[in-house]
């Protein structure tokens, strides 16, 4: 069983920068695939980024590529997402994800474990 941890929301104005944090338990952290996923209010979980077990390969959907930044640090069991140049569209809830299999996946269906979610709002 592992359990996740996000922290590092809040509110910012269009333009600033947040890093979101998620904590893991267990010992097999740096065996998982990790990922972050987004839900605005009244639509479907989407993809936001992941990261493979040792962070050689990373992922994104062309909305927050060149401004998200997703990284991992096996020793503290954490995985980050640093957001620069944050849009308003970038508002939702902010769920981080684990996965024990070894493909990086986008589809939230494919992940195993889920945090209870980090709200990130950016007024315009």
């Known amino acids: 069983q592992v359990q996740l941890v996000e922290s590092g929301g809040g509110l910012v104005q269009a333009g600033d920068s947040l890093r979101l944090s998620c904590t893991t338990s267990?010992?097999?952290?740096?065996?998982?695939?990790m990922g972050w996923f987004r839900q605005a209010s009244g639509k479907e979980r989407e993809f936001v980024a992941a990261?493979?077990?040792?962070?050689?390969?990373?992922d994104y959907p062309d909305s927050v590529k060149g401004r998200f930044t997703i990284s991992r640090d096996n020793v503290k069991n954490t995985v980050y997402l640093q957001m620069n140049s944050l849009k308003p569209e970038d508002t939702a809830v902010y769920y981080c994800?684990?996965?024990?299999?070894?493909?990086?996946?986008?589809?939230?269906?494919?992940?195993?474990?889920w945090g209870q979610g980090t709200q990130v709002t950016v007024s315009s």
């Open positions: 994800a684990a996965d024990s299999g070894i493909v990086v996946h986008t589809t939230p269906a494919d992940y195993d474990y």
């Open positions: 267990g010992r097999t952290f740096s065996r998982y695939v």
């Open positions: 990261i493979s077990w040792i962070g050689g390969k990373a």
